[in-house]
């Protein structure tokens, strides 16, 4: 029997309930004055007005900011490639299918809990071998590496549950959810994966970038599941810039692929099982410089935003493929933004590392007005650089921040490399979403390039569950800061949790699979 994601009856369902088709909203209302006017029996609904889905876009414009940006959009015909729908096709399923969940990569994945937690148990180990094969950039061993998180998928006609993730020793695994067994032959992706891979909400296909060259040159894959095989390739030689990973993961939004590249292009691909049809590209430099983005794009409506490797961060139309407005945020920038709406207006959150300020400088966390691009707020966190044998490592933020709800709607947390500004190399950071002002932060027992995670009770209080480099876990009360668990487990979590009900799946540096039981 063909497999079919559990979400495609319930997106049609949503679509119903809601009058959101396609092309147009619908809104329904009774008769004013609330009367038979003999024209309309009481009671029944009315047709008020019909809005085209062009109405529904955000403005197709482009503001003064973005003349420091010098793009070209390529397409191939003159075909208009418009968005064709508004569906968030990753709401209507608690799977998940791509990073931190959905097209706001506001990580809201439904970790539900009976009661308070106080502990946090190990369901099941999976390890995968160590690939000793020495790269341009060394040796990468197994596990999984930033930003690593895997696919959770309920298949809606068995019922199975199945976890999806990328090794660093290049290779997929496919694991049963309850068991943490092989439910899949591994499958050899041929290069290093540090990124987060994606399924298609809508067909059988994975998506995956590869980091690192191993043996062939870096592209992205698509996987057909129904195939077990990689059936398509994409590697752009056209590209402005030479570095042709594709850490960032992917989204579809009204119908196409948006897959940002570290080549300094992002694309739009239409989709079919087994393969995609690149449409658009568009192609940016900055200051002469093409850079690359790591971050997974965050998209609303028919705007995108995303931040790169030079520090900008770009807001484009999807329908056009061209940029709508830039801020530069000082600093390399490889964590994915957050977008939340408020009142009707889209707010991303982005934050900075500290790289080319030298060794030591500022994490700039920020609150950007998603439509034009003013900064509502930015709140500098002092951050450092560390020599570790020869290697520097970076300060600042490599995490995706954490929206608060429930108890802690108005906060916002996020882990911060502080590298020895600080009393620790890396602390927990909770701000207002108004003001961004620090109402607290904790520290961890390392640097920590993982994103939390949430879980909220029966009265939504909220609970986060994160890991550090240092391979210790914590659980934490969300909302005074107090750690209620903590201990060592792995070598490194430098990947990110996905959430399933009371449970968190999430790789270590070195081997280790867990799929984690909060209690």
Same mark, same amino acid.
């Given at each position: 029997?063909?497999?079919? @994601?559990?979400?495609?009856?319930?997106?049609?369902?949503?679509?119903?309930?809601?009058?959101?088709?396609?092309?147009?909203?619908?809104? +329904?209302? #009774?008769? %004013?004055?609330?009367?038979?006017?003999?024209?309309?029996?009481?009671?029944?609904?009315?047709?008020?007005?019909?809005?085209?889905?062009?109405?529904?876009?955000?403005?197709?414009?482009?503001?003064?900011?973005?003349?420091?940006?010098?793009?070209?959009?390529?397409?191939?015909?003159?075909?208009?490639?418009?968005?064709?729908? @508004?569906?968030?096709? *990753? +709401?209507?399923?608690?799977?998940?299918?791509?990073?931190?969940?959905?097209?706001?990569?506001?990580?809201?994945?439904?970790?539900?809990?009976? %009661?308070?937690?106080?502990?946090?148990?190990?369901?099941?180990?999976?390890?995968?071998?160590?690939?000793?094969?020495?790269?341009?950039?060394?040796?990468?061993?197994?596990?999984?590496?930033?930003?690593?998180?895997?696919? *959770?998928?309920?298949?809606?006609?068995?019922?199975?549950?199945?976890?999806?993730?990328?090794?660093?020793?290049? %290779?997929?695994?496919? @694991?049963?959810?309850?068991?943490?067994?092989?439910?899949?032959?591994?499958?050899?992706?041929?290069?290093?994966?540090?990124?987060?891979?994606?399924?298609?909400?809508?067909?059988?296909?994975?998506?995956?970038?590869?980091?690192?060259?191993?043996?062939?040159?870096? #592209? $992205? @894959?698509?996987?057909?599941?129904?195939?077990?095989?990689?059936?398509?390739?994409?590697?752009?030689?056209?590209?402005?810039?030479?570095?042709?990973?594709?850490?960032?993961?992917?989204?579809?939004?009204?119908?196409?692929? /948006?897959?940002?590249?570290?080549?300094?292009?992002?694309?739009?691909?239409?989709?079919?099982? !087994?393969?995609?049809?690149?449409?658009?590209?568009?192609?940016?430099?900055? &200051?002469?410089?093409?850079?690359?983005?790591?971050?997974?794009?965050?998209?609303?409506?028919? *705007?995108?935003?995303?931040?790169?490797?030079?520090?900008?961060?770009?807001? /484009?139309? $999807?329908?056009?493929?061209?940029?709508?407005?830039?801020?530069?945020?000082?600093?390399?920038?490889?964590?994915?933004?957050? #977008?939340?709406?408020?009142? !009707?207006?889209?707010?991303?959150? +982005? +934050?900075?590392?500290?790289?080319?300020?030298?060794?030591?400088?500022? #994490?700039?966390?920020?609150?950007?007005?998603? $439509?034009?691009?003013?900064?509502?707020?930015?709140?500098?966190?002092?951050?450092?650089?560390?020599?570790?044998?020869?290697?520097?490592? =970076?300060?600042?933020?490599?995490?995706?921040?954490?929206?608060?709800?429930?108890?802690?709607?108005?906060?916002?947390?996020?882990?911060?490399?502080? &590298?020895?500004?600080?009393?620790?190399?890396?602390?927990?950071?909770?701000?207002?979403?108004?003001?961004?002002?620090?109402?607290?932060?904790?520290?961890?027992?390392?640097?920590?390039?993982?994103?939390?995670?949430?879980?909220? =009770? %029966?009265?939504? &209080?909220? *609970?986060?569950?994160?890991?550090?480099?240092?391979?210790?876990?914590?659980?934490?009360?969300?909302?005074?800061?107090?750690?209620?668990?903590?201990?060592?487990?792995?070598?490194?979590?430098?990947?990110?949790?996905?959430?399933?009900?009371?449970?968190?799946?999430?790789?270590?540096?070195?081997?280790?699979?867990?799929?984690?039981?909060?209690?």
């Amino acid at each position: 029997m063909e497999r079919k @994601l559990d979400f495609t009856m319930r997106i049609n369902f949503l679509r119903t309930v809601f009058f959101f088709p396609a092309m147009t909203i619908v809104f +329904a209302g #009774c008769p %004013k004055g609330g009367g038979n006017t003999g024209e309309n029996p009481a009671g029944a609904d009315t047709l008020e007005k019909v809005v085209p889905i062009e109405e529904l876009f955000l403005p197709d414009t482009a503001y003064a900011s973005v003349q420091k940006v010098h793009f070209v959009v390529e397409q191939e015909d003159t075909l208009d490639y418009s968005l064709k729908d @508004l569906d968030d096709r *990753y +709401a209507a399923s608690w799977s998940s299918f791509t990073f931190r969940r959905n097209m706001l990569r506001d990580a809201d994945f439904g970790g539900r809990l009976e %009661k308070k937690p106080d502990t946090v148990e190990i369901a099941w180990t999976f390890n995968t071998p160590e690939d000793n094969f020495h790269t341009n950039l060394g040796s990468w061993g197994g596990g999984t590496g930033w930003t690593g998180q895997p696919i *959770y998928v309920k298949w809606e006609e068995d019922g199975k549950e199945e976890i999806i993730f990328t090794s660093l020793n290049s %290779k997929a695994y496919f @694991l049963d959810f309850e068991t943490g067994k092989r439910s899949r032959p591994d499958l050899d992706v041929l290069n290093v994966i540090k990124g987060s891979p994606s399924l298609d909400p809508e067909f059988k296909n994975l998506y995956i970038g590869q980091g690192v060259s191993r043996k062939t040159p870096m #592209c $992205l @894959l698509v996987v057909d599941l129904e195939k077990h095989q990689i059936t398509y390739k994409f590697n752009d030689h056209k590209a402005w810039r030479n570095w042709g990973a594709f850490d960032s993961s992917p989204v579809v939004a009204g119908g196409y692929l /948006i897959w940002p590249g570290e080549n300094g292009s992002i694309y739009k691909f239409a989709r079919e099982q !087994g393969s995609l049809k690149l449409l658009q590209t568009l192609r940016y430099k900055v &200051n002469g410089a093409a850079p690359g983005v790591e971050s997974s794009i965050a998209i609303w409506r028919n *705007y995108g935003w995303f931040q790169d490797n030079a520090g900008n961060i770009l807001c /484009i139309n $999807l329908n056009t493929m061209k940029p709508v407005w830039h801020y530069s945020n000082h600093d390399d920038s490889d964590g994915t933004v957050v #977008c939340r709406v408020e009142n !009707g207006t889209p707010f991303v959150y +982005a +934050a900075s590392e500290v790289d080319r300020q030298g060794m030591s400088g500022s #994490c700039f966390f920020i609150k950007i007005n998603g $439509l034009n691009g003013s900064v509502v707020w930015e709140q500098k966190i002092p951050c450092r650089r560390i020599d570790l044998g020869g290697k520097i490592l =970076d300060g600042g933020m490599y995490s995706t921040p954490l929206l608060g709800r429930g108890n802690c709607d108005g906060m916002i947390f996020a882990n911060v490399c502080r &590298n020895k500004a600080a009393k620790t190399n890396g602390e927990l950071f909770a701000l207002s979403t108004e003001d961004g002002s620090v109402i607290y932060n904790i520290p961890l027992r390392q640097f920590c390039w993982s994103s939390p995670v949430a879980f909220y =009770d %029966k009265e939504n &209080n909220m *609970y986060i569950f994160t890991g550090d480099g240092e391979g210790y876990i914590y659980l934490i009360e969300a909302k005074t800061g107090k750690i209620l668990h903590s201990r060592k487990v792995a070598y490194n979590f430098e990947s990110s949790p996905t959430v399933a009900g009371n449970t968190a799946v999430v790789g270590s540096r070195v081997n280790g699979i867990y799929k984690f039981v909060i209690k």
